[in-house]
């Protein structure tokens, strides 16, 4: 199950970037599961990394690294997370960055490892490391679509988002991310490689990605899990001659915003078991923080979630979750409930000019926006969210087997 359409955009190649996908078997025979991807030296690359606190041995190898040196290569697999797997997990990770390295006369430091998949089982290294001289000899600027498929696990999809901006001098920002389930942002859940050829210096780069990633995979949920592997890079290679400076630096994030909510929404579309892409959208807090603890409460809520699979407008749930989002002094009789437009409740009860009839059509669409209004206040945020189906039960109880 998924949302929306499953097309991959035009993926525009950014020249100095290079991705290489080969089949490992490193869980399913055959299946794309092994990418290397190669940076052009003189490119900028900064990262930001999941913040749960037992990160996995390439989350920790890929900091390390990344704080001693520009990376040339990252090299990413699916099928085992290498998590939960102690301080041979890190000398796996340790050695796939070495035979890269070898087979590309770098460093082993100029290596990023990444891997997703089951938690808690040993990175089988044979097949990992054999899959690397196949995923080198398909290195293309072009390779960005077979790449997208390369990184998934549970998902159904290959996710990609890509645009270009300018009139003289265009810039280009292509990206791809894998994600569908053990999804709640905290830093972020999934994966995610973005590379422009714009030049742009490590602190402004860093800034950009901050911001950037604050209103995409800062602001998705689909089931309030922060995972352990999970990370998000972005290079600049600088090939395109433009050089992004504080003058052009906000254009720049704005452009590099819709690449990130692109690919986050995507996500969201893919969520294990979804029938339904949800924003939830919250306006008139006193500010950020009140405004996300309410939009999170709803997301995140199983009651909500379960009446969003069925087409329900329990509107009911919504406004017991929105009464223990924690805001203090809330005045519920203030707050406003809209389901795609369609105003639910207000005053404190159900709306007068609601009936069930209208609240069963709003909730129809695979698309539903949930929309409240506190009127206490001028910040408003937006989370994106799935519902909670049995596919989603389904999927989780069977991972392992």
């Given amino acids: ?65 990344l704080a001693q040196t520009t990376p040339s290569y990252l090299l990413v697999n699916t099928g085992n997370a290498n998590a939960g797997t102690g301080e041979q997990g890190i000398k796996d990770a340790l050695r796939s960055c070495e035979v890269l390295a070898a087979a590309t006369s770098s460093r082993k430091e100029q290596v990023l490892p990444f891997s997703t998949g089951v938690i808690g089982e040993p990175l089988p290294m044979d097949r990992l490391l054999c899959g690397i001289p196949d995923a080198l000899h398909a290195l293309s600027k072009n390779g960005w679509n077979e790449a997208a498929e390369g990184i998934l696990t549970t998902d159904t999809r290959a996710k990609g988002a890509s645009l270009q901006y300018g009139e003289d001098s265009k810039i280009t920002i292509t990206g791809i991310t894998k994600g569908s389930g053990m999804i709640k942002p905290n830093m972020a859940t999934m994966l995610a490689y973005v590379a422009t050829d714009a030049a742009v210096d490590a602190e402004l780069l860093h800034r950009a990605l901050r911001l950037a990633n604050e209103k995409s995979f800062n602001r ?28 052009s630096f906000d254009q720049f994030v704005e452009q590099l915003k819709i690449v990130f909510i692109d690919l986050a929404q995507a996500i969201i579309r893919d969520g294990e078991g979804a029938g339904k892409f949800v924003s939830v959208v919250v306006e008139g807090a006193v500010d950020s923080d009140e405004a996300l603890a309410v939009a999170y409460t709803i997301a995140e809520s199983p009651l909500v979630k379960t009446a969003l699979a069925a087409s329900d407008p329990n509107w009911g749930r919504i406004l017991a979750a929105i009464g223990r989002a924690g805001v203090n002094n809330l005045d519920v009789d203030a707050v406003r409930v809209h389901i795609n437009a369609l105003l639910i409740a207000e005053y404190g009860c159900r ?30 945020e937006t989370v994106w969210t799935t519902d909670l189906t049995y596919e989603y039960v389904r999927i989780n109880a069977e991972y392992r087997t």
């Avoid at 949302?3 to 020249?15: E, Q």
């Avoid at 709306?351 to 910040?379: C, F, K, T, W």
């Fill in 1 to 65: 199950m998924a949302t929306g359409s499953a097309a991959l955009p035009t993926m525009y190649p950014v020249d100095g970037f290079r991705l290489g996908t080969a089949s490992a078997g490193i869980k399913t025979p055959g299946r794309k599961d092994l990418v290397v991807m190669a940076v052009d030296a003189g490119s900028t690359v900064v990262g930001l990394f999941t913040q749960n606190a037992f990160c996995a041995a390439p989350v920790t190898v890929a900091k390390q690294h």
């Fill in 351 to 380: 709306a007068a000019s609601y009936n069930e009839e209208a609240g069963q059509l709003a909730m129809a669409p695979e698309d539903i926006e949930i929309h409240v209004s506190l009127n206490r206040g001028q910040a408003s």
């Fill in 220 to 247: 998705i949920t689909v089931d309030s899990d922060t995972s352990t592997n999970d990370a998000v890079i972005l290079a600049a290679t600088g090939s395109s001659g433009v050089t992004i400076d504080e003058s």
